[in-house]
């Protein structure tokens, strides 16, 4: 493991992190130069997080592929909530 990855935080810490901002945000009683700063460091967190989705949902698909050729199919929001 290389020192960035274990200075990377995990998917469910860069979350905690970026609702930690984002209500920082919010509440409005921020600096501007903090603000942007807090941005910049949300819009990082958020990339993580959808780089990690990424490499979850190609795992998903190696496995589906593993498991006896089974079709492989996109991930669609929604499908299948009974809600």
Excluded: H, W, Y
Aim: proline share 5%; aromatic share 4%; glycine share 8%.
């Amino acid at each position: 493991m290389t020192e960035q990855e274990q200075n990377t935080p995990s998917f469910e810490q860069a979350i905690e992190q970026l609702e930690k901002i984002v209500a920082r945000l919010e509440s409005g009683d921020v600096p501007l130069e903090q603000a942007i700063e807090l941005f910049q460091d949300g819009m990082r967190l958020s990339q993580l997080c959808g780089q990690k989705l990424e490499q979850v949902e190609r795992k998903i698909e190696i496995l589906l592929e593993e498991e006896g050729g089974l079709a492989k199919k996109p991930f669609q929001p929604g499908e299948g909530d009974s809600k």
